[in-house]
């Protein structure tokens, strides 16, 4: 397995594990509407907006939802699923 292919893996993974419960995203079979709706938030947003939205997700809030809801993943994840992560969303979500 390439080094890619595990990355997305992995990150997918950490997707399951931790996002799933709350965001909408096709490619992960998540239906949760807690949290926006990822197949439309993550083509907008650059790896580090991504990125900053997982780490301190108050730094920027989606209309229409409120502060304070999502977890600070930045204090629970390794940097290494963060990152996974953060490519898992920009290969898959919205399309």
């Known amino acids: 397995m390439s080094s890619a292919s595990a990355d997305l893996q992995n990150g997918r993974q950490v997707f399951k594990d931790t996002c799933a419960g709350c965001h909408t ?10 949290g926006p709706n990822l197949d439309e938030a993550v083509p907008k947003l650059s790896a580090a907006d991504v990125k900053q939205s ?22 629970t994840l390794s940097a290494a699923q963060v990152d996974a992560l953060v490519k898992y969303l920009k290969e898959v979500a919205g399309k």
């Open 54 to 75: 997982i780490e301190q997700p108050d730094a920027k809030i989606t209309e229409g939802y409120q502060p304070g809801i999502m977890p600070q993943f930045g204090e």
């Open 25 to 34: 995203m096709a490619a992960a079979g998540s239906t949760a509407t807690i």
